[in-house]
């Protein structure tokens, strides 16, 4: 019930393309939905959170969308371009246990082709 | 503020021998976390710190791991003895939890090679 599962584990665009990365959860505790990005050599750094009271949430080129009855929630990334070309991770915390634990999905290597 | 700093930043050490990673979470920060990185196991999370107190350490690998927080600008992560297989890159992050945010600031991470 802790896990939080990403698809697809890797993803190759052309430039300007969407890209869509994928996750599902099981804990209908969980009350914060984040998206970090993480560039090689680097630590991971939040990209765009969601709270599961909004079904989207857009920031720029960066929107997630947010199923509760499905428990899934997703990033897109519209216009790709090269400098997205990073791994992104989704994670879910749940509000109660306030220590900020996150749970974290195995992660998306995306590659943006010129 | 100059963020999570980690210390060293590479690490090239031989089977056997102990290994102690350092970090300095963000002033007032009330949270602090270790995570181990590798291509097979991706990003785990090994023990979690709120208020300098331990609250899960079940992520630890085993008994050769082992990770303090004497006070809140400052904890260690130390391997002894250490093998082949603890090599990965470990991040430590910090975040406040107050007013349900949860956002986690990651360092740049240590680079750890068990030769």
């Known amino acids: 019930q802790q896990q939080v599962k990403q698809s697809p584990q890797s993803l190759i665009v052309q430039k300007g393309g969407i890209s869509i990365i994928n996750c599902a959860y099981e804990?209908?505790?969980?009350?914060?939905f984040p998206w970090y990005q993480q560039f090689p050599g680097k630590g991971p750094a939040l990209l765009i959170a969601i709270r599961p009271d909004v079904s989207e949430k857009k920031e720029g080129r960066f929107t997630i969308s947010f199923n509760k009855s499905a428990k899934q929630f997703s990033l897109h990334i519209m216009d790709s371009q090269p400098g997205d070309s990073a791994t992104y991770f989704c994670?879910?915390?749940?509000?109660?246990?306030?220590?900020?634990?996150?749970?974290f999905g195995q992660g998306t290597t995306l590659q943006v082709k010129p | 503020d100059a963020g999570v700093i980690q210390s060293p930043r590479h690490e090239v050490t031989e089977m056997g021998q102990e290994v102690t990673l350092r970090c300095k979470p963000i002033s007032g920060h009330n949270s602090l976390f270790w995570y181990r990185q590798t291509m097979m196991r991706g990003l785990e999370l090994l023990i979690y710190?709120?208020?300098?107190?331990?609250?899960?350490d079940s992520g630890m690998p085993e008994d050769r791991f082992s990770a303090k927080m004497p006070n809140a600008s400052f904890s260690t992560l130390k391997i002894q003895p250490s093998e082949p297989r603890d090599s990965a890159v470990y991040f430590c992050?910090?975040?406040?939890?107050?007013?349900?945010?949860?956002?986690?600031?990651f360092g740049p991470g240590t680079r750890l090679t068990v030769t």
């Open positions: 804990n209908t505790a969980f009350d914060y």
């Open positions: 994670a879910a915390s749940k509000g109660s246990s306030n220590t900020g634990k996150l749970i």
């Open positions: 710190f709120n208020n300098n107190v331990p609250i899960d």
């Open positions: 992050a910090s975040s406040l939890t107050s007013g349900g945010t949860y956002e986690q600031y």
